[in-house]
């Protein structure tokens, strides 16, 4: 597979990871970059099972949101028969650009299964934003959503090479830079 750099985002929802990725995504160029989201697959064979309409799935909407806890619990017992599954799925078909952005990491065996996979090709980043911010832009706390593994389990996770804030504008072109640096990107 003819990629070079890996870029894996991860941070707490609404902390602006596809907002990101949208941006570094036009700045690299679609020739040279995709990105990539471990949610396509589970949002696809969720539908498939649920006999579920997958574009309002895939949107930022209330459908989505609905939805959002009952694919939670599906999805962690399809991880629990094969913890690489969605990542698997996410990579399996992807166009042979030189940068991927993986714009949603979750958890630990995410991130353990692209280090195996692809090695020294990863970059892993962290981004953070206050909740203040967060709430403004659609963040409420939802029991069964933000207590759960797929929000916290990378909370006392260290092994960042980069940790970002992307609160307004300013930090947010500043973390663009700062990630293209970390992808020997200029
Ligand atoms: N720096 C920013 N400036 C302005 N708006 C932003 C910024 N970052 C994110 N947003 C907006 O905040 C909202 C949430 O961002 P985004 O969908 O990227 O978050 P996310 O981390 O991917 O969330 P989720 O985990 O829920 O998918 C979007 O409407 C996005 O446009």
């Known amino acids: 597979m003819f990629n070079n750099i890996i870029i894996l985002l991860s941070g707490k929802r609404k902390s602006g990871k596809d907002y990101i990725a949208e941006k570094l995504l036009n700045t690299i160029g679609k020739d040279k970059c995709t990105i990539i989201r471990i949610s396509e697959p589970i949002k696809s064979h969720y539908?498939?099972?649920?006999?579920?309409?997958?574009?309002?799935?895939?949107?930022?909407?209330?459908?989505?949101?609905?939805?959002?806890?009952?694919?939670?619990?599906?999805?962690?017992?399809?991880?629990?028969?094969?913890?690489?599954?969605?990542?698997?799925?996410?990579?399996?078909?992807?166009?042979?650009?030189?940068?991927?952005?993986?714009?949603?990491?979750?958890?630990k065996t995410d991130i353990a299964w692209f280090k195996t996979t692809y090695g020294d090709q990863i970059r892993a980043v962290r981004m953070f934003a206050t909740e203040q911010a967060r709430v403004s832009r659609?963040?409420?706390?939802?029991?069964?959503?933000?207590?759960?593994?797929?929000?916290?389990d990378l909370d006392d996770f260290t092994e960042w090479d980069l940790c970002i804030s992307n609160n307004n504008k300013e930090e947010c072109d500043d973390a663009i830079k700062k990630i293209l640096s970390l992808a020997n990107i200029s």
């Not at 659609?138 to 916290?152: H, K, L, N």
């Open 47 to 107: 539908a498939k099972v649920n006999n579920l309409d997958l574009v309002e799935l895939m949107s930022a909407n209330k459908y989505k949101e609905e939805h959002r806890k009952q694919m939670i619990i599906w999805s962690d017992q399809m991880r629990n028969q094969d913890s690489s599954y969605f990542c698997r799925a996410a990579c399996s078909e992807i166009a042979p650009k030189p940068i991927w952005i993986v714009s949603d990491i979750r958890r």
């Open 138 to 152: 659609g963040f409420a706390f939802t029991v069964g959503v933000d207590d759960v593994s797929s929000e916290c």
